[in-house]
T-cell receptor
Framework: AQKVTQAQTEISVVEKEDVTLDCVYETRDTTYYLFWYKQPPSGELVFLIRRNSFDEQNEISGRYSWNFQKSTSSFNFTITASQVVDSAVYFCALSEGAGGGNKLTFGTGTQLKVEL | DAGVTQSPTHLIKTRGQHVTLRCSPISGHKSVSWYQQVLGQGPQFIFQ???????GRGNFPDRFSARQFPNYSSELNVNALLLGDSALYLC?????????????FGSGTRLTVV
């Protein structure tokens, strides 16, 4: 069965600090997709990134970067120079199967608080 | 273009009652999925519909049911409400039934059962 673990329940940083959110996943499938979503207080899940199991290249998008390591089953997310607007709950998620499957399995989320 | 719209945004129901939640997907999207998010937890998969057929079901009791209409909008029905059904119910739409095409989530319906 697929499982996603986000061991960090809550992280507090001061603005401009770098912060890394950890994600460890379990799957028996060789084809799978990994996702990160941001959930602000409004409740809507905002898509950040999708990565398939065959693409281990790290990715950078502005202040966001992702480190995918199949050897450790991890897909960590780093925010550089954090800002107050980054405060939200961040979810890592997994879907299995060719084509991505039809359901997401989410972790329990990490609450990020960025303070001035 | 409008995103995924859900109605109502908030709802209060009494134990034992029935509730219907509604979702309109992004124009052109043929797949709708429903997720339940209990406070402090990640969303849990309930159903997926594609082209008006059920394509996936999560580990939820038969009190939960859904359907998709010819215009691809969807309803989630929950019968005999329990206090534990209090949650944020999220709808997501995609062009096709598979996740490699991506998902767009709505803002959800917050259901409180008293």
């Amino acid at each position: 069965a697929q499982k996603v673990t986000q061991a960090q329940t809550e992280i507090s940083v001061v603005e401009k600090e770098d912060v890394t959110l950890d994600c460890v996943y379990e799957t028996r499938d060789t084809t799978y997709y990994l996702f990160w979503y941001k959930q602000p207080p409004s409740g809507e899940l905002v898509f950040l990134i999708r990565r398939n199991s065959f693409d281990e290249q790290n990715e950078i998008s502005g202040r966001y970067s992702w480190n995918f390591q199949k050897s450790t089953s991890s897909f960590n997310f780093t925010i550089t120079a954090s800002q107050v607007v980054d405060s939200a709950v961040y979810f890592c998620a997994l879907s299995e199967g060719a084509g991505g499957g039809n359901k997401l399995t989410f972790g329990t989320g990490t609450q990020l608080k960025v303070e001035l | 273009d409008a995103g995924v719209t859900q109605s109502p945004t908030h709802l209060i129901k009494t134990r034992g009652q029935h509730v219907t939640l509604r979702c309109s997907p992004i124009s052109g999207h043929k797949s709708v999925s429903w997720y339940q998010q209990v406070l402090g937890q990640g969303p849990q998969f309930i159903f997926q519909y594609y082209e008006k057929e059920e394509r996936g079901r999560g580990n939820f009791p038969d009190r939960f049911s859904a359907r998709q209409f010819p215009n691809y909008s969807s309803e989630l029905n929950v019968n005999a409400l329990l206090l534990g059904d209090s949650a944020l119910y999220l709808c997501a739409s995609s062009q096709r039934g598979l996740l490699n095409y991506g998902y767009t989530f709505g803002s959800g319906t917050r259901l409180t059962v008293v």
